[in-house]
């Protein structure tokens, strides 16, 4: 087909003018009839891949897709470029009868050009059998990585994809998903039977991505808190790993002012779709949810993705930031990281399986890697998909925008190698490390390692040093972790010349982390504009003065000015190193500049910030504000939540009087007239307290008690809070 008729369906279904990347070479090689593999970053353009030869192609493209509201997305943004209602369709299991044989039908008049289904639903018997009778023209599997044990989101019922795809008939296969190391890539292709299929794979690289890694601290709610704050009306996703913290932290934002809402699987299919869809239309900026929340959601402006929790994989931490800065914009990207968490991720794996527990843990070190690691953010993620990143410094993640002092490590680096041999290529890092060291653990001595000739040959050196050593050795190409072995440490042919004439070899320190404190000034929030501006005003004040500019402020009250904002002498007085008698002597001069910063720039200083706390146990009270939000009828939100009428005023109550603002005239306006609203609204403005009985009493019996209950929490949420 020429490649001006490809650019006319291009045009006139999706309104583009030219292909992204590799998407063109793509869609011909699968018009052509061919399996391919597709790798693509999240905001790639993988959906068009599959969607637009499915367009064009006679029959029904089979999308195997993990999720429901993913299916949802997709079917509404095909629908909505095409004439006809019915071009897309799903199969799932929140489906009734009527609505399946709809579907039937549109496949069967030849309308229905996509068919998103589930791998559960695909193994269903009436499911197999009426595909038989219909042409598939491809199947295209979505999030293919979730075929792989070594994926971040393995389903075993994608496993069973390729038998009842020779069921259903013989059709091209293309696979498609947004991260996938060489391991993964080849257990999707070998599991699918594809292994000889073309590989179209792009690069990793999200320029626009901001990567940074912060300590989790005892105030992280007050962190999230403030940078929401610092990035208002912006839209943002605040990973967690366990439903309950989602919950939790939704009900923190909102009683905070800010537009959020929780997601997850446990929720309700009608509100997990009416939460995408709030978010989809801007009706709230803040998403708190599992990792089920952002698969296939086309929304390009995602302008920062935070993980409350550090991820179990590099590959799941990988695709989450990527639903941020699809559109080539701002994306930021925090994950708050401790070894707590991580000790409690290991433990959650002690009913699997050796070999899946084994898996797991060598993912969770990867990940330990990442975050503890000095090196620059970017080149460690590309390093693990097996891209390299040429350039030291990305200037665009924290430790490339703060770079350690690069230590020379060049001895360390040949004890390590010399070890990796001596040992045989047979163990994992710190098993190399704990013989480097000379440390007699329980497992060196039971291979009596520790009477070899090099046991504890580095044991002199900086034991800080060893992690980073290996770490930036597999970076450079001299070592490799094996992972059919789970991650035994290989010498590389380069790292065998290496040995033969050495060069000088530097690394950084690892970043240390903290925890249980209130986060420290330097945990990644100094302001670089604010601190330039700083360090130039205080050279105009040494000149002034005729003192060295150190004299004035040394660099680290610099740093710690363009954290926290002081704006007055005695905040000044709170930065290390200013004492009362330097704050008289320099100081205004640097509070002015800060007060006037602030100003022009909105700045929300960290001891402006007081943060609401909520109840634990209120998760109902976050439900009912979502529900009036939504502006949902009150005797509707008793059944959804199961409650009488009575008990719904109670929570209204305490969530009204405990600062909360709720708009309930949709609901008062709908049951009561005018008259009557007023009447009882006059009494709470006129009355001296807001007594129930005192009201009921004054009323005698015109309204009952529940009326007037409400029309009071309605006074109260408009005019207290």
Known sequence: MPSNNLLKPLKHYFGFDSFKGRQEEVIRHLLDGNDCFVLMPTGGGKSLCYQLPSLIMPGTAIVISPLIALMKNQVDVINGISEHNGVAHCLNSSMNRGAIDQVKADIKAGITKLLYMAPESLQKEE??????????????????HCISEWGHDFRPEYRRIRPIVNIIGRAPII????????????????????SDCKDFMSSFNRPSLYYEVRSKSSDIDKQIIRFIKQHPGKSGIVYCLSRKKVEELAEVLIANDIKAAAYHAGLDNAV????????????????????????????????FVIHYDIPKSLEGYYQETGRAGRDGGEGICIAFYSQKDLQKLEKFMDNKSVVEQDIGKLLLQETAAYAESSICRRKMLLKYFGEDYPYDNCDNCDNCKHPKKRIEATEGLEYILRAVLTLKESFKTNYVIDFVKGRKTDDIESHKHHQLENFGCGAKLNDKLWNPIVREAIIEGFIRKDIESFGNLKVTEAGNKWLEDPSQFYVTEDNTFTEDVESSPASGALDPTLFAMLKGLRRTEAEKHGVQPYIVFQEPSLEQMATMYPTTLQELTNIQGVGQGKAKRYGQPFCDLIKQYCEENDILRPQDLRVKSVAKNSMQKLKIVQCIDRKMPLNEICSSLGIKYGDLLTELEAIVYSGTRLDLNYYVEDIMDEEQI??????????????LDDAISEFG?????????????LYISENAN
């Not at 696979?175 to 594809?194: G, M």
């Not at 019996?701 to 929490?713: A, E, K, N, T």
Request: aromatic letters at 10%; a negative charge.
């Open 127 to 144: 499911y197999i059998n009426f595909l038989k009778s219909v042409k598939v023209s491809f199947f295209a599997v979505d999030e293919a």
């Open 175 to 194: 696979a498609l998903t947004a991260t996938a190391t060489e391991k993964v890539r080849t257990d999707i292709k070998k599991n699918l039977d594809i």
């Open 272 to 303: 997990r779709n009416q939460t995408q869809d709030d978010f989809l239309m801007e009706r709230i900026d803040v998403i708190c949810a599992t990792i089920a929340f952002g698969m296939g959601i086309d929304k390009p402006d995602v302008r």
């Open 678 to 691: 007023d009447d009882i609204y006059g009494y709470f403005s006129e009355a001296d307290s807001d007594s």
């Open 701 to 713: 019996g015109d309204y009952s008690d529940d009326d007037i209950r409400l029309i009071r929490i």
